[in-house]
Every structure is written in C-alpha cells, then in structure tokens.
C-alpha cells in the first residue's frame, strides 16, 4: 500500500494522518494544539475529560452557578436535586407473598418416579462414569432406558391445549 506524498498538492491526502495523530494526541492526555510543559509533564485528566471524537466541545451546556454548586460532587446538596435508580420510595401495599407450594406427599407417586428417572440417569450416567469403569453395559443401557422412559412419560403427560384463562404468570 503506498502512502500518499506529504508534499502533494491534494489537501485531503494527509487527513487521516492529522485525525489519527489528533485522536492519539488526545488519548495520550496532550493537546495537540499546545505543547506540553518545560518537563513534558502535563496533570492526568480525569475519566469526565475523555473525548476521543471531540464531541463534547461541540456544544458545550453552561449551568447557572448555584445549578453547578448543587451538583458538583462532594457538595452540600450534591445528588438531592438529581434522581438516580436507588432513588425512589418502594411501593409496600402491593407486597408480593408466594403461595405455599404443594407437598409432595400429595403427587403421583409415577410422576414422582419420572421426575427422578429424568434428573438421576445423568447423575447417575456421570457418577458411573467416574467411579464404576468397570460397570457393565447392561448397567448402563438400563440407566439411559430409565431417562428415556422418564422423559417421555413426563412429555406424554403435559397438557395437551392452552387453558384460555391462563396468562402464563404462574408455573
């Protein structure tokens, strides 16, 4: 890739050259326009004073100077005038309280069975795997039986429409 001659006549040749030195200029903490100090040294600039792309002299906003004293940081007054996320009063009239979950004593003693022929083949599947290497197919075709059984009894039994009344809010 040539590079265009700094010496050409073409007053657009050299531009990505100046907005790449201006934009390193300005992420190196230095003025492009003015130099640095005897020492070279200049103060670091904090987090707000970052402005690659230079946006933010573009339109300055000048607040009134009592608004700048009520929310300069460290101030008397400083974060009352100005409303953030933890800002608010919880509304505690609608509290949300859980209804009580139904024992299991109660269920289908199948789909009981299911639920732990679905959870207990991988856990199973994985603890032979670790601990019984030598455990014999039959052991471990029987336990993928179970967790395909399981699965479909558990698929088999879902409803088979919507219940118009449902919104879904509830599992």
């Given at each position: ?18 907005v790449w030195l ?29 402005d ?9 906003v000048?607040?009134?100077a ?17 409303a ?29 069975l ?23 197919m039959?052991?471990l ?31």
């Amino acid at each position: 890739m040539t590079r265009p001659d700094p010496e050409s006549p073409d007053p657009g040749a050299n531009q990505d050259d100046a907005v790449w030195l201006d934009l390193v200029a300005r992420l190196e903490g230095k003025d492009p326009d003015s130099p640095a100090g005897p020492s070279g040294y200049r103060p670091a600039r904090s987090f707000t004073d970052f402005d690659p792309l230079g946006l933010s002299a573009a339109a300055p906003v000048e607040l009134p100077a009592d608004e700048r004293l009520a929310a300069a940081p460290g101030t008397a007054g400083s974060g009352q005038d100005m409303a953030g996320p933890r800002d608010y009063e919880a509304d505690d009239d609608g509290v949300f309280v859980p209804e009580e979950p139904p024992s299991l004593a109660g269920a289908d003693p199948m789909t009981v069975l299911a639920w732990l022929g679905a959870v207990g083949g991988p856990v199973a599947l994985v603890m032979a795997a670790m601990f019984w290497r030598s455990a014999p197919m039959v052991a471990l075709l029987g336990i993928v039986a179970a967790f395909a059984a399981s699965v479909i009894f558990l698929i088999m039994k879902l409803p088979g429409e919507k219940d118009e009344h449902d919104d879904g809010a509830r599992v």
